[in-house]
């Protein structure tokens, strides 16, 4: 995915300003940087949610307007700030009542997550409640269910959107390792202010003002 030298206003405000920034195929890219810095304005880019008033977005070096971008959604796992579980079993919280998704898919989405082995201490394994709100679980192992939940329709693209603010330093430590697992694999885009995903990431990019800064590559 690149952006390349993409600028995007809100009524009069810019908010980027001829940005560039590259995605490799099969990385993990952090972009870091306060609220209100454009994180989620580029997310938004991506997604196709909004459009940029200067510059493109590429996927594959296909302008992403040239896209079925009904399609390229579907190829999008999402993992927001707000963990959002249902009173319901593991195996219902990841496929969402999705009648295509069997228990096979759910325990390799789990695995991938590193929820497998909690999840197979639990009573009745996939197919316990979690509780109101997952409160049967901690914090760590409710965000690891929407990672599997984000990760079952096996995605070309994984976006985790402030997924560890809420952690605590062990829980956030944790999704972060789980996160290298998944490199090479999926393509990893998250944004955050925390530093421990810089620390994670093979590529990270800084905001600020509108303008980014290239502060970590390991991809290549």
């Known amino acids: 995915i690149e952006l390349k030298g993409v600028s995007f206003a809100y009524d009069d405000k810019r908010v980027l300003d001829?940005?560039?920034?590259?995605?490799?195929?099969?990385?993990?890219?952090?972009?870091?940087?306060?609220?209100?810095?454009?994180?989620?304005?580029?997310?938004?880019?991506?997604?196709g949610l909004i459009q940029p008033v200067g510059g493109g977005v590429l996927v594959d070096e296909v302008p992403l307007q040239d896209l079925d971008i009904q399609l390229w959604r579907r190829a999008i796992g999402y993992v927001p700030q707000e963990t959002v579980l249902l009173h319901d079993s593991v195996?219902?919280?990841?496929?969402?009542?999705?009648?295509?998704?069997?228990?096979?898919?759910?325990?390799?989405?789990?695995?991938?997550?590193?929820?497998?082995?909690?999840?197979?201490?639990l009573t009745e394994g996939m197919h316990s409640n979690v509780g109101e709100r997952g409160g049967m679980l901690s914090g760590g192992q409710r965000q690891r269910i929407m990672v599997a939940r984000a990760l079952v329709h096996r995605p070309r693209l994984l976006i985790m959107d402030e997924a560890t603010t809420a952690l605590d330093p062990q829980s956030e430590a944790a999704i972060c390792e789980t996160l290298r697992q998944l490199r090479g694999k999926q393509t990893i885009l998250a944004i955050s202010h925390q530093p421990a995903l810089l620390e994670a990431a093979d590529r990270a990019y800084r905001m600020q003002d509108g303008h980014v800064l290239l502060e970590k590559d390991l991809a290549g």
Do not use: R, Y
Not at 31 to 41: A, D, E, L, V
Not at 96 to 114: F, K, N, T
């Open 18 to 47: 001829e940005l560039n920034i590259t995605i490799p195929a099969g990385s993990f890219t952090a972009i870091i940087g306060p609220s209100g810095s454009g994180k989620t304005t580029i997310l938004d880019l991506i997604i």
């Open 91 to 121: 195996f219902n919280n990841v496929a969402l009542g999705d009648p295509g998704i069997s228990e096979a898919d759910v325990e390799s989405a789990l695995q991938a997550a590193g929820a497998w082995a909690f999840t197979q201490k």
